[in-house]
């Protein structure tokens, strides 16, 4: 069996988000505790489908042991085991401002690069 060529782009997304992804997940944190599972359910929402679980749980665990969120566990409301939830300790709150701001300029310098200057 061969496997399909990726759609165009979707390697230069993949790389793009990996540069990003521990920023996206300390925003998501921020909004609201959450679990595993649901980085992912909301990355799927912002249009950002190119993540597995696979890829954020041992983000996540560097960035505890790095300081920059916390976990617990809780109870499922689905009645199966405890779940572990993360949320953002202050130097997380610290370093999402940091890295916004670093986006903010970094998109922002980039789209003056990209910027069509043929046009008048």
Known sequence: MTKEPSPPGDQR?????????????????????????????????????????????PLLARMERGGLIESYRAASSSGGAPRKYYRL???????????????RDFTGQVGQVLADRDRP
């Open 89 to 103: 300790s202050e130097a997380g709150q610290a370093e999402l401002t940091r890295g916004r701001a670093v986006w």
């Open 13 to 57: 997304r993949s790389q793009l988000l990996r540069g990003v992804l521990d920023l996206c997940l300390l925003s998501l944190i921020a909004e609201r505790p959450r679990y595993g599972y649901e980085f992912v359910e909301a990355l799927e929402a912002g249009g950002l489908e190119l993540v597995s679980e696979g890829s954020i749980y």
